[in-house]
């Protein structure tokens, strides 16, 4: 599908800047790749003062607690039945109207809700340059940091790949083979495959 809209688009010519606001299916397949493997398993901070967490568990002053993104995006009651299947339409929001999701980016992406899909952080202390501004292009340049920089460049990246390259799996891989390497991830610095993944790209 994104190759189609690549080609639609882009044409012969190489993706650029100018073009990212019509490559729409590109960010909503990473934002499916990090709704079910996100580069941090959570996003830890610390407590300033005593406090109470849903009014009645004390947490300490110092005490370091943050939400569990993997179980977050992949909780029924937000994503639906097909939690746990990659589906980057659920995030195309481009002739849908309100179907009573959260839209995003100028409306057309969208969320279940807001607090329900957070990678990058939410409220005052998320990633550096969070805007919703990447469909638009219509941003000034201090801006262009943070997520904003790591949203051009994936979708940048991949439609310059698979204008040349078809991508495909080793023989002996397939879907579900890749899911459970995936799923065994383990946290480094960021969170990375348990093992190697095997892929062959051929010419188009």
């Not at 009651?77 to 589906?87: I, M, S």
């Not at 195309?92 to 109207?97: E, I, L, M, P, T």
């Not at 990678?119 to 801006?143: D, Y």
């Not at 051009?152 to 799996?169: D, G, M, N, P, S």
Request: net charge positive; aromatic share 10%.
């Amino acid at each position: 599908m994104f190759v189609n809209e690549v080609n639609s688009i882009c044409g012969d010519q190489l993706p650029e800047f100018k073009h990212l606001p019509e490559l729409v299916y590109g960010l909503c397949i990473m934002y499916e790749i990090m709704r079910l493997f996100p580069v941090l398993s959570t996003l830890p901070r610390k407590s300033g003062k005593d406090c109470f967490l849903q009014g009645k568990y004390l947490i300490p002053k110092g005490t370091s607690i943050g939400p569990d993104l993997i179980n977050l995006h992949r909780n029924p009651k937000y994503w639906g039945p097909d939690y746990n299947e990659f589906h980057p339409s659920r995030f195309d929001n481009r002739g849908k109207g309100d179907q009573g999701w959260h839209p995003i980016m100028d409306g057309k992406l969208r969320i279940p809700s807001k607090g329900a899909f957070i990678p990058f952080g939410e409220g005052p202390r998320n990633c550096l340059g969070e805007s919703h501004n990447f469909i638009t292009v219509h941003c000034k340049a201090e801006n262009n940091v943070g997520r904003r920089f790591a949203e051009v460049e994936f979708v940048t990246c991949l439609a310059l790949v698979l204008q040349k390259w078809r991508i495909k799996l080793v023989d002996g891989w397939d879907k579900e083979r890749v899911f459970k390497v995936l799923d065994a991830s383990v946290q480094y610095a960021t969170i990375r495959p348990s093992s190697k993944i095997p892929i062959v790209l051929r010419k188009r």
